[in-house]
């Protein structure tokens, strides 16, 4: 098969790996790639919001299959391009329509979705700018801390978590006054949960699908879980409160649901979807739906997956996701994201990266790209490193080390990731 891939990141490394190890792929392509992607595949200059160029380039490669690593093209409706195009509507697009990525590109209809089919997460509320006082009375009404987040995209920036009262009615104005352009025309108002945050993965063919290994990030630029909220510092896997008995909870009051909510609604929806969830005292909760893998869990998720990730893929096309088998490696895993000095404030890119051959780990390139002979940052993540462990302990060890002989100036890493669910 000739499958082309979307994306430029860590994820889309990892995937890319994955896909690669598959007996059935005959060419790799990857639009656009990174330094990191072009050892697995072929890299294709072109945007993946650039639906037509891709058309024209699935046209002339005759690609069979088309993977959507970034929620970006998804939520602008890749996967409606492809499958009203006038000669390319048989090319299968694992990802879910544009009225499907909105589970992640509004929080609103997330939240509507949820109570709608009964599925357990906070209790909230929506307003518009025309609405500041009722939203400020409603903020009245819960207590400390006060969870505001702008309806649409923000590249994981929209979400405000404020101490007082009067800290949330001043973040609220800036969001409704425009803050987050038109993505906080509207903000969701929600009440905090306490618990342990867990991402959870599916993949569906629309009617039925299979679990992957869940995983934990760490969000935080300081060991700790101290600092600025970043892209993701790293990730564990698997997280050991999600028992099979715990798994089975959210499969019967989130997942099922949530699958067969969206057939009940008519939203064609095949492909990934990453469950943001918090263990509460009530049990497990919903803080957020993404319409594709995360980042940087599926850096060790597709360590752990042992199953041909292509043969889920070919499920998700043929409807056929329950006959296809999903096994996992019972070895932990640990990924450490080596960043940019000052991420995620300003930093600077174009720094020559020292890359020798890292024994015992997996190397996946988050922001590279090529300079002539050298491979340089490109990015606030740059690199991500993941181990096998037969503790989560042990891989974190074999990832720092990992991590110690990469170099570039000003890099950083956290030296905690997994310790604090061990
Ligand atoms: N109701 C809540 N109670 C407690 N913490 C919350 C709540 N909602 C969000 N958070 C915190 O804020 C973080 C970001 O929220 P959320 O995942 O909804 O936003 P996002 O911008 O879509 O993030 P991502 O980039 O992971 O997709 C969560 O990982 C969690 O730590
Ligand atoms: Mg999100």
Request: glycine share 12%; net charge negative; proline share 4%.
């Given at each position: 098969?000739?499958?082309?891939l979307?994306?430029n990141?860590g994820?889309e490394h990892a995937l890319a790996w994955k896909i690669a190890q598959?007996?059935?792929?005959?060419?790799l392509f990857i639009?656009?790639g990174n330094a990191g992607t072009a050892s697995v595949g072929q890299n294709?200059?072109?945007?993946?919001?650039?639906?037509?160029?891709?058309?024209?380039?699935?046209?002339?490669?005759?690609?069979?299959?088309?993977?959507?690593?970034?929620?970006?093209?998804?939520?602008?409706?890749?996967?409606?391009?492809?499958?009203?195009?006038?000669?390319?509507?048989?090319?299968?697009?694992?990802?879910?329509?544009?009225?499907?990525?909105?589970?992640?590109?509004?929080?609103?209809?997330?939240?509507?979705?949820?109570?709608?089919?009964?599925?357990?997460?906070?209790?909230?509320?929506?307003?518009?700018?025309?609405?500041?006082?009722?939203?400020?009375?409603?903020?009245?009404?819960?207590?400390?801390?006060?969870?505001?987040?702008?309806?649409?995209?923000?590249?994981?920036?929209?979400?405000?978590?404020?101490?007082?009262?009067?800290?949330?009615?001043?973040?609220?104005?800036?969001?409704?006054?425009?803050?987050?352009?038109?993505?906080?025309?509207?903000?969701?108002?929600?009440?905090?949960?306490?618990?342990?945050?867990?991402?959870?993965?599916?993949?569906?063919?629309?009617?039925?699908?299979?679990?992957?290994?869940?995983?934990?990030?760490?969000?935080?630029?300081?060991?700790?879980?101290?600092?600025?909220?970043?892209?993701?510092?790293?990730?564990?896997?698997?997280?050991?409160?999600?028992?099979?008995?715990?798994?089975?909870?959210?499969?019967?009051?989130?997942?099922?649901?949530?699958?067969?909510?969206?057939?009940?609604?008519?939203?064609?929806?095949?492909?990934?979807?990453?469950?943001?969830?918090?263990?509460?005292?009530?049990?497990?909760?919903?803080?957020?739906?993404?319409?594709?893998?995360?980042?940087?869990?599926?850096?060790?998720?597709?360590?752990?997956?042992?199953?041909?990730?292509?043969?889920?893929?070919?499920?998700?096309?043929?409807?056929?996701?329950?006959?296809?088998?999903?096994?996992?490696?019972?070895?932990?895993?640990?990924?450490?994201?080596?960043?940019?000095?000052?991420?995620?404030?300003?930093?600077?890119?174009?720094?020559?990266i020292?890359l020798?051959k890292v024994?015992?780990?997996v190397v996946f390139h988050?922001?590279t790209k090529n300079?002539?002979?050298?491979i340089?940052?490109?990015?606030?993540?740059?690199i991500?490193?993941?181990?096998?462990?037969?503790?989560?302990?042990?891989?974190?060890?074999?990832?720092?080390?990992?991590?110690?002989?990469?170099?570039?100036?000003?890099?950083?890493?956290?030296?905690?990731?997994?310790?604090?669910?061990?």
């Amino acid at each position: 098969m000739k499958l082309l891939l979307l994306g430029n990141g860590g994820r889309e490394h990892a995937l890319a790996w994955k896909i690669a190890q598959s007996d059935r792929i005959e060419k790799l392509f990857i639009a656009p790639g990174n330094a990191g992607t072009a050892s697995v595949g072929q890299n294709v200059p072109i945007a993946t919001t650039d639906f037509d160029t891709l058309a024209t380039f699935v046209e002339n490669e005759g690609i069979e299959m088309i993977v959507v690593g970034p929620e970006a093209p998804l939520v602008e409706g890749v996967y409606d391009f492809f499958k009203t195009h006038p000669t390319l509507s048989h090319i299968p697009v694992i990802g879910p329509s544009k009225a499907g990525a909105v589970l992640e590109g509004s929080k609103d209809f997330a939240k509507a979705f949820m109570v709608r089919h009964g599925i357990p997460t906070a209790a909230y509320a929506t307003f518009d700018g025309t609405q500041l006082s009722e939203a400020k009375a409603f903020l009245h009404t819960l207590s400390a801390p006060y969870v505001l987040k702008a309806d649409g995209l923000c590249a994981g920036k929209g979400v405000i978590i404020a101490e007082t009262l009067a800290e949330a009615e001043s973040e609220l104005e800036e969001m409704l006054g425009g803050r987050f352009g038109e993505a906080s025309a509207r903000v969701v108002i929600e009440e905090f949960m306490t618990g342990i945050e867990c991402s959870v993965f599916a993949i569906t063919d629309g009617t039925d699908y299979q679990l992957l290994p869940e995983a934990k990030d760490y969000k935080r630029i300081g060991e700790g879980d101290t600092g600025l909220n970043t892209g993701g510092m790293g990730s564990v896997s698997p997280v050991p409160f999600a028992t099979e008995a715990w798994k089975a909870r959210v499969e019967r009051e989130i997942v099922r649901p949530t699958v067969d909510g969206l057939r009940a609604e008519g939203i064609d929806y095949k492909g990934f979807i990453f469950f943001g969830l918090i263990n509460t005292a009530e049990g497990p909760k919903v803080i957020e739906y993404n319409c594709r893998m995360g980042d940087p869990e599926t850096e060790t998720v597709m360590l752990r997956l042992k199953s041909d990730l292509v043969d889920l893929f070919e499920g998700v096309a043929e409807g056929n996701l329950s006959e296809r088998k999903v096994v996992f490696d019972e070895r932990s895993a640990v990924c450490v994201m080596l960043v940019s000095g000052g991420y995620p404030g300003n930093y600077r890119k174009g720094l020559p990266i020292v890359l020798p051959k890292v024994e015992d780990s997996v190397v996946f390139h988050a922001g590279t790209k090529n300079e002539g002979d050298n491979i340089v940052t490109d990015g606030g993540r740059v690199i991500a490193v993941s181990s096998y462990g037969a503790t989560a302990r042990e891989a974190l060890a074999q990832s720092m080390q990992g991590a110690e002989q990469i170099d570039f100036e000003g890099k950083y890493f956290r030296r905690d990731i997994g310790l604090d669910i061990l």
